[in-house]
């Protein structure tokens, strides 16, 4: 070695001694890309709720109770961004617990201009959140639709969302959570999402009760085009749910993409040949069903399986929902109005267990979550997971509403839902002549 590179030689190690600590906390600077993407995931999200989820329930009750569930859709999403500011965004993220993030973050304090979650402003990462927490319970409506009171459908929405949704999405999600901590695999939320809303939908329809004149009198979709429409903003606006979940834009966001739209695809073809070779004829309902049940089914191993993985777990949720909206409910007697727990319950946790599955990496998946060294292993922790959450869920939703009803009452009367709950309980009307 030369005496000049001798004596530059502590200069270089002093250089690389500074630049140690910036290359350290990296992670901890904004990143205007990862922002710029979570930006968009987060409107991408808010548009599955109002329109697409609006328009997907809307055209598939009767004409005279179609504004109300797109009233209740955009109801809901104006009271649990309330809500979520006040309480639930603290509940869920505000600190590190095993069952809940305490309360220090009510109101957003310390949420700021300047304050980070990872790469992205925490204002921008307590939105996309919040969005999240807008569709799960606007998911509910689709299992008591057409006959709750709309006064007892906020009350419902509103404690539901601080005493089931938040927890939950702490449990999985949040620092400390104790589901996150046996390693449950949910990237974006399948259990805290579908599962939770599939399971208090269910709960909902047998506590209400059926509707007048179900099955009895035929209750068919009366706007298939509004569904077709809704639909196909469901899936476009899915990839904010599922890539964006990765709160960055990387290669993982990328695979997420491609996995959602590959399952989804697959869904609907094979809900839409499985309709076919059972009834003679493929539907639109059924083949939009299966979209549906595609994207649901994904939601949890979106961030963890690849291609292959998508196009089973796709085909999987196809058949399986399909099975359960149109020969277990039939079976079963139950009156879930538009199959929220036929396709989100049923369809979540099909992809929640097979999560477990094709994480694999002999299966083309990223991999276990730390301290998991095997499928059988994992999927078992997501059983435990599913589990855990259709208890809590299910126990805690049917005390909520049993509380309402002995208090103000939750169904409407017979005479207004005969008149339709357009007219009984917004006193307007989707149609004029």
Request: charged share 10%; hydrophobic share 55%.
């Amino acid at each position: 070695m030369s005496i000049r590179r001798l004596f530059n030689l502590p200069t270089a190690l002093l250089g690389m001694m500074a630049i140690l600590p910036s290359l350290a906390h990296a992670e901890d600077k904004l990143s205007s890309g990862d922002t710029a993407w979570m930006l968009t995931s987060t409107a991408l999200v808010l548009f599955m709720t109002i329109p697409g989820l609006s328009l997907f329930y809307a055209g598939m009750v009767r004409a005279k109770n179609g504004l109300s569930v797109m009233m209740q859709c955009f109801a809901i999403t104006s009271v649990v961004t309330i809500l979520w500011v006040v309480v639930g965004y603290s509940i869920a993220f505000g600190g590190e617990g095993a069952y809940w993030g305490g309360l220090s973050k009510m109101f957003l304090a310390g949420v700021g201009v300047d304050s980070l979650s990872g790469t992205i402003p925490e204002t921008v990462f307590m939105t996309f959140q919040m969005t999240f927490a807008i569709i799960t319970p606007a998911l509910i409506v689709g299992a008591f639709a057409e006959r709750m009171k709309f006064s007892a459908m906020i009350l419902f929405s509103s404690i539901w969302l601080i005493i089931v949704y938040a927890p939950i999405a702490h449990w999985v999600w949040g620092d400390g959570g104790w589901l996150g901590g046996k390693g449950i695999l949910d990237f974006a939320g399948g259990t805290v999402v579908h599962i939770n809303a599939g399971i208090a939908g269910l709960v909902a329809t047998l506590v209400i009760g059926k509707r007048k004149g179900f099955p009895r009198t035929a209750m068919p979709p009366h706007n298939l085009i509004l569904t077709v429409v809704g639909a196909g903003m469901l899936w476009v606006g899915w990839f904010g749910f599922n890539a964006g979940s990765e709160l960055a834009a990387d290669g993982t966001a990328g695979m997420a993409m491609a996995v959602t739209q590959i399952a989804t695809a697959t869904a609907a073809v094979v809900w839409m040949l499985s309709e076919w070779m059972m009834h003679g004829k493929p539907s639109v309902l059924g083949i939009a069903s299966g979209a549906v049940a595609g994207l649901v089914a994904i939601t949890p191993a979106s961030g963890s399986a690849g291609p292959m993985g998508a196009l089973a777990i796709g085909a999987a949720a196809g058949f399986g929902c399909f099975i359960a909206a149109v020969k277990l409910k039939p079976m079963l007697g139950y009156d879930d109005s538009l199959d929220a727990f036929g396709v989100h319950g049923v369809g979540g946790i099909i992809g929640a267990i097979l999560t477990g599955v094709f994480c694999a990496p002999s299966l083309g998946g990223s991999g276990f979550a730390d301290g998991i060294s095997s499928i059988g292993s994992q999927v078992g922790v997501q059983i435990f997971g599913v589990s855990a959450t259709l208890v809590y869920t299910l126990v805690m939703t049917f005390i909520i509403l049993k509380v309402l009803d002995m208090v103000i009452g939750i169904r409407v009367s017979e005479e207004a839902e005969t008149e339709g709950l357009d007219i009984s309980q917004h006193d307007e009307r989707a149609y004029t002549l």
